[in-house]
């Protein structure tokens, strides 16, 4: 009787494994590999995990060969490409020298953007990149307590995105009096030249710190911003241009 127990009990454990992975992640691999047009002797690492995504089973596969890194997700169920990303490998890779923007005007750009002079910062670093198609730089360094970072068209100069972040931790203003969000609109507001479209603010609480949350758009700039929700001072501040793409 009690083998007979057991025997139905592996049985059911083996119907069960079937229906609950439908393709191994070494097949999804191999699905993977033949979407990308990579054979696998030419990849240097190859590795994959179950996740779920959009309420769908799938396997995250990622691999990497001499050109760069490709990241899948490929059904569980049903072995379908459910998604696909692709970064090439920039290193060694140099501004085009047709560029009219060098490294170092790049950084005088970003600096001007930020109101600061060389004197001001350190940790300067200045990064060609290019994305959808455009030659970009990708510049950041610190200044005091905060950490900036932009993103500069190489061909034009054209600043298309910028960011700054207080460095560090924020100390916890749980017992401290808020101020409001009309309060807090108005500092958003004044971040900008400009008279904003729509300014949206929202509170929320993260290990001590209450902050003001402000999604804001004028001409064609995306903005978001972070407030220190008791002293109003500016955790986070980024935008991007989307009205020259």
């Known amino acids: 009787m009690k083998k007979k127990i057991m025997t139905i009990m592996i049985a059911a454990l083996v119907i069960g494994s079937v229906s609950l992975f439908a393709i191994t992640n070494q097949e999804a691999e191999n699905i993977a590999l033949e979407s990308a047009g990579v054979d696998r002797n030419s990849i240097t690492n190859i590795f994959s995990r179950t996740d779920r995504e959009d309420g769908v089973r799938v396997y995250d596969v990622t691999f990497f060969d001499a050109d760069g890194k490709y ?12 998604g696909f990303d692709y970064e090439k490998n920039m290193r060694g890779i140099s501004a085009s020298s047709s560029s009219p923007v060098s490294r170092d005007q790049a950084l005088s750009i970003a600096l001007m953007e930020a109101d600061l002079t060389e004197e001001d910062i350190s940790r300067e670093s200045v990064e060609y990149d290019r994305d959808d198609g455009m030659e970009i730089y990708e510049v950041e360094f610190r200044s005091g307590d905060y950490e900036y970072s932009y993103d500069i068209d190489a061909s034009n100069g ?21 101020i409001s969000t009309s309060e807090a609109e108005m500092i958003v507001r004044s971040l900008i030249d400009s008279n904003a479209d729509y ?15 402000a999604d804001m758009y004028a001409q064609g700039i995306d903005y978001e911003v972070e407030l220190n929700a008791a002293t109003g001072d500016v955790i986070k501040f980024s935008w991007e241009d989307w009205s020259g793409r």
């Open 71 to 82: 990241e899948y997700s490929i059904g569980v169920d049903d072995g379908l490409v459910y």
């Open 158 to 178: 054209r600043v298309m995105a910028g960011e700054y972040e207080i460095r560090g931790r924020v100390a916890s203003n749980r017992n401290a009096e808020l």
């Open 199 to 213: 300014v949206r603010i929202r509170s929320d609480y993260d290990d001590g710190i209450y902050i003001y949350e």
